[in-house]
């Protein structure tokens, strides 16, 4: 299969996925309760409002938000939007929804990208060195310190931190609590997995006779790894852009959480609680698109990487 087709494939099926997981996030939200409306209603009866009243404020929340009209409308009409990226006003802030989904997926790849990028090299060198010298007790250590970092609760560790910081210990700094420290947690979150893969498959090619056959040649180490590396480079491709999206989607929700860093992942959560459809709508659109863009860059880097491997017929 040509390249055009590889990517066209991918995008055919990106397309279903963001239609099916569109499909069931706007159900979910149209066919169960509206804890907003419920809310509402509960305090205005509180308040002493009649049934009247109540019942006015119920058909006035409905059509401000459009969902007075009838259910297939709605749906049709949501698609449509989110195909032309015309999501329209967020329920909440009242702002440009596709702006507002924008501005915060920006914020959340200023931390992502780097942390990312971190983790994919460190875990390659560690993985590489524990691969070729399993023996050696700086491979054992790196290995460790991988596998204790990953273990380590994002939540618990960026929680002390900022325990230290309301008690003075450290300095408040924006550079470190809405840059630094959400790259560490992040790549921390990431580097025990991109390590432990490389190692295993570093091993399975550091013992195979093409590379007893480079090291009689007189090659040295870094020679040797490259060649380990590339034969092994499938395999870490591959859960670079699958295990590791979800990783990274849970770890950007509680770091956002807990540093109060309006990325994307935060902007979600607000969005689900006030059941702000065209966010959360238009998020999911953010989260699937980066998804697809991942399947078709995999596929085409199985094609660079060993130009045997069919990315049609998997």
Request: proline residues 3%; aromatic residues 10%; glycine residues 10%.
């Given at each position: 299969m040509t390249v055009g087709g590889v990517v066209a494939k991918r995008v055919g099926l990106g397309l279903v996925a963001v239609w099916g997981v569109l499909t069931t996030v706007f159900a979910l939200f149209t066919l169960t309760g509206d804890w907003v409306l419920q809310e509402e209603v509960g305090l205005a009866r509180w308040s002493g409002a009649s049934e009247t009243s109540v019942e006015t404020l119920?058909?006035?929340?409905?059509?401000?938000?459009?969902?007075?009209r009838p259910l297939l409308d709605q749906y049709l009409d949501w698609l449509g939007n989110m195909v032309t990226l015309d999501w329209g006003p967020s329920f909440a802030t009242g702002e440009p929804a596709f702006s507002l989904v924008v501005d915060a997926a920006t914020r959340t790849a200023m931390y992502v990208l780097p942390a990312v990028a971190l983790a994919v090299v460190a875990g390659l060198l560690i993985g590489l060195y524990a691969a070729l010298r399993p023996e050696g007790r700086l491979a054992s250590t790196g290995m460790g310190t991988a596998y204790l970092v990953f273990a380590l609760p994002n939540f618990w560790v960026g929680g002390i931190v900022l325990s230290l910081a309301l008690d003075g210990v450290v300095g408040e700094s924006a550079l470190v609590f809405e840059h630094?420290?959400?790259?560490?947690?992040?790549?921390t979150a990431l580097l025990g997995g991109?390590?432990?893969?490389t190692r295993a498959y570093g091993r399975e090619y550091a013992t195979a006779e093409f590379v007893d056959l480079v090291r009689a040649k007189g090659a040295s180490e870094r020679r040797v790894a490259v060649h380990v590396l590339r034969n092994a480079a499938i395999p870490v491709v591959s859960m670079l852009f699958t295990e590791v999206l979800t990783l990274l989607v849970l770890a950007v929700?509680?770091?956002?959480?807990?540093?109060?860093?309006?990325g994307l992942g935060l902007v979600l959560v607000r969005a689900i609680e006030s059941r702000d459809l065209p966010v959360v709508l238009g998020g999911t659109?953010?989260?699937?698109?980066?998804?697809?863009?991942?399947?078709?860059?995999?596929?085409?880097?199985?094609?660079?990487?060993?130009?045997?491997?069919?990315?049609?017929?998997?």
């Open positions: 119920r058909q006035e929340y409905l059509a401000s938000r459009g969902l007075d630094l420290l959400p790259v560490l947690l992040t790549t991109y390590a432990s893969y929700f509680v770091i956002e959480a807990l540093f109060g860093i309006e659109v953010v989260i699937i698109g980066v998804g697809v863009v991942g399947s078709v860059v995999q596929d085409l880097s199985y094609r660079a990487l060993d130009p045997r491997v069919d990315t049609g017929s998997r």
